[in-house]
């Protein structure tokens, strides 16, 4: 009888010890790269999900357009996720209380007239109808001359701000350059060794930024990224794809289709290789850098909430969601070369400089890519666009779907919006965007 006791003793501790692994595979405290992340990686929210699920939209697919206009202000609830924090009162470093922007609301969309195919339309109906947008913000000099919060949002509701993301991930590494820590010249392969042997090795860490990596990777259409890329984020929950995390997939990137540094071609995985080597470089995990240097400086009204993959790295190339009138505020510093409201620098001047001036290799990376039809006088740095239309030259954070984020330097004017279009990527919509809505509003705030 004792010995029957024992050994089911035994079974119990191996049964225990057995769950605790898997437990700890699920919520990893260490990422793939050592980093260890002081923030808290908190699971996607289940109850959430099921109640998504019962209202008609699957786990498997809430990202598809035919949902995005409710599963888009709530997409960070569908994955793990870092909350990230814009500061706390009795916190034991200072913070920087929000900063107070006037709302004048001088600009009236109801007024202002842009065409679609068929007719000309008042700008609000494009707006809502056309382009199936859910806010805009738009600020002149320090006041909020319109904002708009549909679809059920207010100034408070944060937005999935897609591809928008990867400039924030570029900013974050302007600031490990300017602390000394990074090298954008240096081989990627310097900072991330495992990238040898696939497609990445030989590429400057500048060329990932520049995406000039000249990388092959077949995607379906009407998407920008391997459907392989997304089950190894566990964007749409857990899957038998057999890869736990970013780093995995891309391990499995091995062929070029163009050589290094000559062509701009638009690919996720490069934003994911930079964010990795701003961990490298720092030590610090990349959710943390972007509290710490960048969210609690720049005096923002709301906490921000940056998704993650399953090892707990974050998805660096499209997993931001925050606020409109936060993103804005972003918009604004930019506006101000990189300093905050109150005079603090957060984003190196010789950084944004950089972008507005471009170069050759950029420029010419940008010829005979697939969005220089639309835009011919333009390029593409660090992650951000500049873009030369209808008389307007613009710094631009750009995501599918009609996430925007458009600086007029000239006119001292931040352009804000988040949408649902009905599409990923299409001329229709970059043309009622970037042709019709932006310069509508800039020749009439001029």
């Not at 930019?334 to 109150?342: A, F, P, V």
Request: glycine letters at 6%; one cysteine or more.
């Amino acid at each position: 009888m004792k010995k029957n006791i024992f050994y089911l003793g035994l079974l119990c501790i191996l049964l225990l010890n057995g769950c605790q692994t898997k437990t700890t595979k699920q919520t990893p405290t260490v990422k793939h790269n050592g980093v260890k992340a002081k923030l808290e990686l908190l699971e996607a929210n289940e109850q959430f999900i099921q109640n998504s699920e019962k209202g008609g939209i699957p786990h498997a697919k809430w990202d598809a357009p035919e949902y995005a206009a409710y599963s888009f202000t709530n997409a960070y609830k569908y994955t793990r996720h870092y909350r990230i924090s814009h500061g706390v009162l009795g916190a034991s470093e200072a913070v920087l209380t929000p900063e107070v922007l006037e709302v004048t609301n001088t600009l009236n969309l109801k007024q202002l007239k842009a065409y679609d195919a068929d007719q000309e339309l008042d700008l609000e109906t494009l707006l809502r109808e056309r382009l199936k947008n859910h806010s805009m913000v738009i600020i002149k000099d320090d006041n909020i001359v319109h904002q708009h919060f549909w679809n059920g949002m207010d100034n408070n509701a944060t937005h999935l701000d897609m591809t928008v993301t990867k400039s924030f991930t570029s900013m974050c590494a302007s600031i490990a350059v300017k602390e000394g820590k990074l090298d954008m010249s240096k081989q990627t392969t310097n900072y991330l060794p495992y990238l040898k042997e696939t497609a990445f090795d030989g590429t400057t860490v500048q060329e990932v930024a520049d995406m000039r990596t000249g990388l092959d990777i077949p995607t379906p259409e009407h998407l920008s990224w391997d459907p392989r890329f997304t089950l190894s984020q566990e964007w749409n929950g857990p899957n038998d794809s057999g890869l736990f995390g970013i780093s995995e997939y891309l391990s499995l990137i091995k062929d070029r289709k163009y050589p290094i540094g000559e062509k701009y071609q638009y690919q996720d995985p490069n934003t994911e290789v930079l964010g990795m080597v701003v961990e490298i470089a720092t030590g610090k995990n990349l959710a943390d850098y972007f509290q710490d240097k960048m969210w609690t400086k720049l005096g923002v009204e709301n906490d921000a909430f940056w998704m993650a993959d399953p090892s707990g790295y974050v998805v660096a190339s499209g997993g931001l969601n925050m606020t409109t009138r936060d993103l804005a505020r972003v918009g604004k510093m930019l506006l101000n070369d990189g300093n905050n409201y109150i005079g603090e620098n957060i984003i190196p001047k010789e950084f944004i400089d950089a972008i507005w001036e471009g170069n050759e290799l950029v420029r010419n990376a940008w010829k005979d890519s697939k969005e220089s039809h639309l835009a011919a006088d333009a390029w593409y740095k660090d992650q951000f666009r500049i873009l030369n239309i209808k008389g307007h030259k613009l710094l631009c954070m750009v995501g599918i779907h009609g996430q925007v984020v458009a600086v007029d330097k000239d006119k001292n004017v931040v352009i804000t919006m988040n949408s649902g279009y009905t599409q990923t990527e299409t001329p229709r919509m970059a043309n009622l965007i970037f042709y019709q809505t932006l310069p509508t509003i800039l020749n009439e705030l001029d």
